[in-house]
């Protein structure tokens, strides 16, 4: 299974790349590719719809509340930047590694 891309900023947050995909059955977690995380959105691209369902996606797939979850960069493209706060590296690769279990346990 390929991996997410993690980076720390001088801050302490890492970041990650994700890769969007609106217009989905459901929200969710679904895999890893090219060093992004693949995030699959029930919602349209339309007014900010899919960038607040990707915040509500991640925050509640690692467990941290919303305002940890931080779009850095591309509010209206596919490939976007997600800064997480209040976790480490370690913690975000255990709670990524969870979230592609359970989004693959509900696919079965």
């Known amino acids: 299974m390929e991996t997410v891309a993690l980076t720390v900023t001088k ?30 959105l029930a919602a349209p691209p339309v007014d900010g719809k899919a960038n607040d369902a990707l915040i509500e996606t991640l925050a509640e797939a690692l467990g941290v509340p919303r305002r940890d979850v931080v779009l850095v960069r591309g509010d209206t493209a596919r490939l976007k930047v997600i800064e997480l706060r209040g976790l480490t590296r370690g913690e975000v690769e255990a709670r990524l590694a969870t979230a592609f279990e359970a989004s693959t346990a509900r696919r079965r």
């Open 11 to 40: 801050e302490g947050a890492v970041r990650f790349e994700v890769q969007a995909r609106p217009r989905a059955r459901a929200s969710r977690v679904i895999a890893a590719k090219g060093g992004a995380l693949v995030v699959q």
